[in-house]
């Protein structure tokens, strides 16, 4: 069992920075594909990014492609989400997810394990 917990969600202008984190609980975190997934009001959740449990391969959503970034510090348990030249329809919850069976996959059915959420809200 794995558990989840974003955090560093919050308002921002257009063009600013953010960075998510998702510290994990449990030993085999290293093992685990690790995926950013968002919600905005009234749409269905879609994935953002996802890293695998090497952290050799990672893919984006077309939308957020060379302005968000993931990655993972296995020492700290933790996997990350640098946004940058953030925008408006950027702002939804953020969703923190773990899937540990190796399938590099950006289906949310894919993951049993998910984190409460961190609201992301960008101004115009």
């Known amino acids: 069992q794995v558990q989840l917990v974003e955090s560093g969600g919050g308002l921002v202008q257009a063009g600013g920075s953010l960075r998510l984190s998702c510290a994990a609980s449990?030993?085999?975190?290293?093992?685990?594909?690790m995926a950013w997934f968002r919600q905005a009001p009234g749409k269905e959740r879609e994935s953002v990014a996802v890293?695998?449990?090497?952290?050799?391969?990672?893919t984006y959503a077309d939308s957020v492609k060379g302005r968000f970034t993931i990655s993972r510090d296995d020492a700290k348990n933790t996997v990350y989400l640098q946004m940058n030249s953030l925008k408006p329809e950027d702002t939804a919850i953020y969703y923190c997810?773990?899937?540990?069976?190796?399938?590099?996959?950006?289906?949310?059915?894919?993951?049993?394990?998910w984190g409460q959420g961190t609201q992301v809200t960008v101004s115009s």
């Open positions: 449990g030993p085999t975190f290293s093992t685990y594909d």
């Open positions: 997810a773990a899937n540990r069976w190796k399938t590099f996959s950006v289906q949310s059915q894919s993951y049993p394990y």
């Open positions: 890293i695998s449990w090497s952290g050799g391969r990672t």
